[in-house]
T-cell receptor, first 117, second 112 residues
């Protein structure tokens, strides 16, 4: 079974440009999450999709970030325009929907390292 | 608010040494606690978990015990190997939420 995949693995862009990150979750996983780690600090939650709906986007830093999950399969995270402080590693994770379950393991992708110059 | 604090790295050990990576948390109620590991070039992998007080999670020789009285979940291994070199993240999850709250990560380097 394929794991969570992310594309690209690295991206280097100039301040003010636009970048789009893609995440393909494990097949059949309804839940999809975006996290990021900035400058070696803690990994912070950005948002959570259930199928194509945004369940929780409380961690999105500002309106320069737009996440979509059309059709409830893969997801994209667009940063427009990118700023220097957006540099970091963006992780995607997915999990099954276990009704009534207390624990629902999240499986992570390798991350996209974004550098804004 | 909810948060996780873990010891800063890097931690450098010789092979077969004893490992402890400290993790403490702040949260209301009874969160679930996790250790994730990120090997070079790979994504985060769940290493072990504990869902209630006094539970001990274990995997691949690593152990951690959920201590509610000290709000801690320290990671231990009796004899590390070079292949254990990685970044280790402590995390919590509240029952009422799907999101994981991570610490800042601790890099472990094991020398032969």
């Amino acid at each position: 079974e394929a794991g969570v995949t992310q594309f690209p693995s690295h991206s280097v862009i100039e301040k003010g440009q636009t970048v789009t990150l893609r995440c393909d979750p494990i097949s059949g996983h309804d839940n999809l999450y975006w996290y990021r780690r900035v400058m070696g600090k803690e990994i912070k939650f950005l948002l959570h999709f259930v199928k194509e709906s945004k369940q929780d986007e409380s961690g999105m830093p500002n309106n320069r970030f737009l996440a979509e999950r059309t059709g409830g399969t893969y997801s994209t995270l667009k940063v427009q325009p990118a700023e220097l402080e957006d540099s970091g590693v963006y992780f995607c994770a997915s999990s099954q929907d276990i009704a009534g379950g207390r624990y629902n393991e999240q499986f992570f992708g390798p991350g996209t390292r974004l550098t804004v110059l | 608010g909810n948060s996780v604090t873990q010891m800063e790295g890097p931690v450098t050990l010789s092979e077969e040494a004893f490992l402890t990576i400290n993790c403490t948390y702040t949260a209301t109620g009874y969160p679930s606690l996790f250790w994730y590991v990120q090997y070079p070039g790979e994504g985060l992998q769940l290493l072990l978990k504990a869902t209630k007080a006094d539970d001990k999670g274990s995997n691949k020789g690593f152990e951690a015990t959920y201590r509610k009285e000290t709000t801690s979940f320290h990671l231990e291994k009796g004899s590390v190997q070079v292949s254990d070199s990685a970044v280790y993240f402590c995390a919590l999850k509240k029952d009422s939420s799907y999101k994981l709250i991570f610490g800042s990560g601790t890099r472990l380097l094991v020398r032969p």
